[in-house]
């Protein structure tokens, strides 16, 4: 047992204040309340102030509590906080555990209709008219109950200082310029604005001013990213099976890939997009796919991954291209379906049977999942293996601020692939699992290819280069060893790590993913506590040198992720034995986002200050 | 008969170059006479090897595609998994002959949620479920197929009712169901072709004993007892356009099926008047048979017209995977676009 010492509060850790702090919205599942919440996240935008969202939701469709945390940070963090400045109730159901989350002296918004006690003394309460604001409004019942959440809009306008006009933006582009929804929601808001001009006399230390450091940056999710950056990777064809939280990636596609990937000449499609029947089938369209020479690709989480093992098995052992992304959800098991986590690094890095190891691109922001959707591609075809882009729920599902997309700046690279006039030239002499160039990556033929020397039959059983039936023991020994090899022939290739040095730092910090934007905050506290690191963020398994490097050049070296186990944590220490003592695992798991408070907090307790 | 064999047939290939590799099946597995009337029929319709892909499962059926086309692409993919193999690979490029070998195993437990979806699809492709009510690799064991009360060596007595694939293809609505006998090899020959030239899924189950593990004379998968109990439908041929004026037929003995592609299927009339157009006498048809105990076999069921899976995609003329990858990148202006649309 290591001693828990008091932590000491770090200089100036009060964020609140102008462009500075969090918001907790607490509603009810699928009472229109994303609307409102989004519509309050995008004027913040619009107003120039880096601002992100995160949807804590339960796994349900009606009814059950659900929270939408805004974070609007000027000095650009995005990490989830872990107590808000602002917390607005609307649920009864969540009245009570709502004012927990609330600083002290925050402001405690409400639904004055909620009877619930109120157990603090030490909030700014704030009760909303909300029936009596609907009244005046007079919404059509069947819209009676979506419009009720823009009242707290309308009030928070009010209180912070959030104009309408990027209010109204905000409403057309979520309705798409529907007139009549943009303005009956505007008209609530304007009412419930007015409501809180006339009767609230309150001074916060809470305040939106304009800024402009959003005019150039979007705001999106990284499942759309992805969906994005797949699309312009050339992705002909994916196959797909409902599961929270992927869902949205292929759903993403359907969206963007009829605009963006019909030929202008013909005004054909370029890809095809299947619902299969499930994880089994979809892996199963990727895989005939890709050895037909499609770009193929599926979108899936923890348990549709587990089906999929066997076929991922075979493309990796018939060398077979296939992108696979993966959004990570809590498991074990069904688990917490909708909470993020980072624990399937074992079970995608080691997906299969025998000895496999697939090439992994980890994503730790929304820019990323556009760029890997592109690259994931151009490397699985190049490897002629199975590549697992690893996201997670909070990435994939949540509003993330970014640079605008960049345009891919490398050509599409389709890898070793022999057409007629190839065999040609070589008169027809090749092995499908030849290694001719000694780079152990070995020339594939599609079907389709009219040669007559084309052609080879493909199997999950042992065979020779020709791709020959084989059970002989060295043909067994030396096409794993070659496939081993091209796969560790990766690490050059793959995306390398993006490392932040501190003068003087003699330990380090290793983490990947989604946790990127808590670190950073994490880093900033930790500055003012006197300790400083070396951050580097992994972006793809197996490591590059330069994390080995990192490894190697200090002292000791923190892992950090969102899993039980420690699951990066010990793939560095098989990679680096010797250094393995001195790797620190640091990891935690509760459904949540890490955030900058807890990072800190072990950081310290470690450094033993 | 050797020198008819080696006759070049209209594209110039001899008999011998739609072969596989030698089988390593048993001796008179009822496979090896799939695989010949397989090779039979892509001799005769004048297939280039190269424009035709096998696929399959695993099991003894599924080893079959190793022994036919040795010009062709091939993929022994996973157990129960060659539906969907099959789906991406076809995309890849629609003008391929898909060629799927499945057994009772494959098709009818582990596979029987993609052998349903795939007939849901109307993939276009052949797909034939060499049938033999055992599971031959793993030495004996009773598949899903397999009739109520056989009785096998190690197992005892099989409890369950079977499933009928003919009867699940149908309820499916797969649009091309057929059922052909290993020891009828003219009938699953003209099958073959047919479901070949049939723009969708074609589903022939075919009784293919196993001289191993299944072959006792009183047994449904055996030879004897298909020998004994074999009603054909009809007597069936596939006639390709350019032949099809030299045929005659008298008139009210036959039925015409003309496929997309201008081909047409003979049915020529046997005992019954059957006509294999219509769901729901199908499905009664093989319940009276059942009754009778007879092994039905012909075309049972045909819709050429249902839309195939490829249909529902507005696929351009060029082959997918053939694509210059100009075509596969959107434009930077329209990145520009995107980001302008990402609030």
């Known amino acids: 047992m290591t001693e828990t010492k008091e932590i000491a509060q770090p200089p100036q850790r009060r964020l609140s204040g ?34 992100s969202g995160k949807n804590i939701f339960p796994s349900n469709i009606q009814g059950l509590p659900t929270w939408y945390k805004i974070r609007v940070s000027q000095a650009g963090y995005a990490g989830r906080r872990k107590e808000a400045d602002i917390v607005v ?10 004012q927990d989350d609330l600083v002290e002296g925050g402001l405690f918004l409400y639904d004055a209709d909620i009877k619930d006690p109120i157990n603090r003394e030490d909030m700014i309460l704030v009760g909303m008219p909300v029936k009596k604001i609907l009244r005046e409004a007079k919404p059509h019942k069947d819209l009676r109950k979506f419009v009720a959440n823009m009242v707290y809009v309308g009030v928070l306008a009010q209180l912070l200082g959030i104009e309408m006009d990027p209010i109204e933006q905000a409403l057309m582009f979520h309705f798409k310029g529907k007139k009549n929804p943009v303005e009956f929601n505007l008209k609530v808001i304007q009412l419930a604005a007015q409501w809180a001009a006339d009767n609230l006399d309150l001074v916060l230390p809470y305040r ?184 997670d729920l909070d990435l994939g599902k949540n509003q993330w601020m970014a640079e605008p997309f960049a345009y891919p700046d490398k050509p599409i690279e389709r890898g070793k692939v022999l057409w007629e006039a190839d065999l040609d030239k070589i008169k027809g002499d090749w092995g ?51 496939i081993k090899k091209k796969i560790n022939s990766s690490r050059t290739e793959t995306p390398g790590p993006v490392i932040q040095k501190q003068k003087g730092a003699k330990n380090g910090l290793i983490a990947f993913g989604s946790t990127d934007a808590a670190i950073r905050e994490a880093l900033d506290y930790l500055k003012q506590d006197g300790v400083k690191l070396d951050y580097l963020r992994l972006r793809a398994l197996p490591p590059a040198q330069e994390v080995l490097d990192f490894i190697r050049k200090h002292e000791s070296v923190y892992v950090l992720e969102n899993n039980r186990d420690g699951q990066m944590h010990a793939i560095l220490s098989l990679e680096l034995p010797e250094k393995a003592a001195d790797l620190i695992s640091l990891a935690h798991i509760d459904g949540l986002p890490l955030n900058a408070e807890w990072i800190r907090e072990s950081i310290l307790q470690e450094e033993n200050l | 008969m050797a020198e008819k064999n080696d006759r070049l047939n209209e594209i110039g290939l001899s008999r011998s170059e739609y072969k596989g590799k030698p089988s390593t099946l048993c001796l008179g597995c009822g496979h090896n006479a799939i695989v010949a009337q397989v090779i039979a029929a892509c001799y005769e319709l004048n297939i280039p090897p190269e424009s035709l892909i096998k696929v399959s499962g695993i099991g003894c059926s599924s080893k079959a595609p190793t022994y036919f086309m040795e010009r062709s692409f091939g993929f022994n993919g996973l157990h129960g998994r060659m539906p969907s193999l099959a789906t991406g690979a076809l995309f890849g490029d629609t003008t391929l002959i898909g060629v799927g070998v499945s057994g009772d195993g494959d098709t009818a437990s582990i596979g029987m949620g993609q052998f349903k979806h795939v007939m849901r699809r109307n993939l276009p492709m052949l797909y034939i479920v060499a049938n033999n009510g055992v599971y031959g690799l793993t030495k004996g064991q009773f598949s899903a197929t397999a009739e109520e009360g056989l009785a096998l060596k190690k197992q005892g007595q099989n409890r369950y009712v079977p499933v009928d694939i003919v009867w699940e293809a149908i309820a499916g609505r797969a649009s091309f169901v057929a059922r ?29 004993p196993c001289v191993t593990f299944n072959n006792e004379d009183e047994a449904f998968h055996s030879y004897a007892w298909g020998k004994s109990h074999e009603v054909a439908l009809h007597e069936l041929s596939f006639v390709p356009p350019v032949r099809a004026v030299k045929v005659q037929y008298a008139k009210g003995e036959t039925l015409e ?47 050429p017209k249902q839309e195939s899976l490829f249909d529902l995609y507005n696929l351009p003329e060029m082959p997918l995977n053939r694509l210059p990858a100009e075509q596969l990148r959107p434009s930077r202006e329209s990145l520009d676009e995107i980001n302008q649309m990402m609030y």
């Not at chain 1, 462009?19 to 409102?36: D, K, L, Y």
């Open chain 1, 18 to 51: 102008v462009n500075e702090f969090s918001i907790n919205i607490g509603t009810a599942n699928g009472s229109g309340s994303q609307t409102a919440n989004l519509t309050l996240l995008r004027a913040i935008f619009k107003m120039g102030i880096p601002v």
């Open chain 1, 89 to 98: 109730a609307m649920n009864p159901d969540s009245f009570i555990e709502d």
């Open chain 1, 208 to 391: 939106i001013e304009p800024r402009d450091l959003t005019d150039k940056a979007i705001l999106v999710d990284g499942n759309t990213a992805g969906a994005l950056g797949s699309i312009y990777g050339g992705m002909h064809f994916v196959s797909w099976y409902p599961i929270t939280p992927a869902t949205s990636l292929p759903e993403a596609m359907l969206t963007f890939a009829p605009k963006l990937r019909i030929d202008p000449g013909t005004g054909k499609q370029t890809y095809v997009i299947i619902q299969a029947e499930d994880e089994l089938a979809a892996l199963g369209m990727v895989v005939g796919a890709g050895w037909a020479g499609l770009r193929a690709m599926t979108a899936t989480s923890g348990p549709g991954l587990s089906l999929m093992t066997e076929y991922t098995s075979l493309a990796y052992f018939a060398e077979i291209p296939v992108v696979i992304w993966v959004i990570q959800r809590v498991g074990p098991s069904t688990g917490l379906p909708t909470r993020t986590a980072q624990g399937d690094i074992n079970l995608s890095y080691y997906l299969g049977q025998g000895d496999t190891e697939h090439i992994l691109l980890i994503p730790g922001t929304v820019g990323e999942c556009f760029e890997f959707g592109w690259q994931a591609f151009d490397l699985a075809e190049k490897y002629q293996t199975a590549v697992l882009v690893l996201s």
């Open chain 1, 432 to 482: 499908r699992y030849k290694d001719v160039d000694g780079d152990f990556i070995p020339y594939r033929t599609i079907p389709g290819n009219r040669h007559p020397d084309s052609a080879y039959f493909t199997r999950g059983t042992g065979h020779d280069d020709y791709a020959n039936y084989s059970e002989h023991p060295e043909d067994w020994e030396k096409n794993l060893e070659r």
């Open chain 2, 180 to 208: 052909s006998f290993s020891g009828d090899p003219q009938q699953l020959k003209a099958l073959i072709k047919a479901g070949i030239h049939h723009k969708g899924i074609a589903v022939i189950d075919v009784i293919s």
């Open chain 2, 257 to 303: 099926v003309p496929l997309y592609d201008g081909t047409h299927i003979i049915l020529k009339k046997l005992a019954q008047d059957y006509e294999p157009t219509h769901r729901a006498r199908a499905l009664q048809m093989l319940e009276e048979a059942n009754d009778r105990n007879e092994l039905i076999t012909g075309l049972i069921y045909i819709n």
